[in-house]
C-alpha cells in the first residue's frame, strides 16, 4: 500500500535516507520470496505474464485504488518488508506468515480448485503462479511516497494458463 511522510528540512534527508534503504532491502527480500516461489512452482523466471495473469495483476489494482485492501497488523509502510496478494482472500495484503496461514485455509476447498482469473472450477488443476509488484518510492521536496513490495499469490486453470506466450508452469 501506499504511505506518505512529510519531514521537516532539518531532518528530511536522514529520514529519507533511511526509509528509501529500508526499502531497498525489502524489495530485495521480495525478490527472493518472488524467485524462490517461482523455483518451487516450476516456472520461468521473468517470463511474460499470462493473459490470466494479468487479470488477476488488475484486479488487485482495481481493489488497491478503491481503498479495499488493507495490510494485515504485522505489515508497516514504517517498516517496510514484503508483502503478499490473493485472489481468494482479497481484501487484505499480508505477511509472509498470515499469507501462509490463508492459503492453507484453503486447502482442499472449493475455492482451491477455482482458477482466480475466470473463476471457474477447475477439477482440480490448477497452476500455481506469481507476480511481483516492486516497492516504489516518490521523492518531493517535503514528501516521500512509499509502497510496500508485493508478490500476488493466484492458481490458473488449464485454459488460462495456457494462453501464457509459450511458457509453462506445472499443475498443483
Same mark, same amino acid.
Given at each position: ?9 532539518? #531532518? ?15 524489495? #530485495? ?99 500455481? #503462479? ?36 509459450? #511458457? ?5
Amino acid at each position: 500500500m501506499l504511505a506518505a511522510y512529510r519531514s521537516s528540512p532539518v #531532518n528530511r534527508s536522514a529520514q529519507t535516507t533511511a526509509v528509501l534503504d529500508q526499502l531497498d532491502a525489502a524489495n #530485495n527480500h521480495a525478490r527472493r520470496c518472488f524467485d524462490a516461489l517461482r523455483e518451487k512452482i516450476g516456472s520461468e523466471r521473468d517470463a511474460t505474464p499470462s493473459t490470466g495473469a494479468q487479470v488477476v495483476a488488475l484486479r488487485f489494482t482495481e481493489r488497491a485504488g478503491r481503498g479495499q485492501i488493507s495490510l494485515c497488523q504485522h505489515l508497516s509502510v514504517t517498516a517496510p518488508n514484503p508483502a503478499f496478494w490473493t485472489p481468494w482472500a482479497p481484501g487484505r495484503i499480508r505477511c509472509s506468515a498470515c499469507s501462509a496461514q490463508s492459503a492453507q485455509r484453503i486447502k482442499g476447498t472449493p475455492e482451491d480448485r477455482r482458477c482466480d482469473s475466470c473463476q471457474h472450477d477447475s477439477g482440480g488443476s490448477i497452476y500455481q #503462479n506469481a507476480v511481483l509488484i516492486p516497492a516504489a518510492s516518490l521523492k518531493l521536496p517535503e514528501l516521500i511516497a512509499i509502497q510496500l513490495p508485493i508478490v500476488i499469490i493466484f492458481g490458473l486453470c488449464p485454459s488460462c494458463q495456457r494462453v501464457n506466450n509459450g #511458457n509453462t508452469t506445472h499443475a498443483a
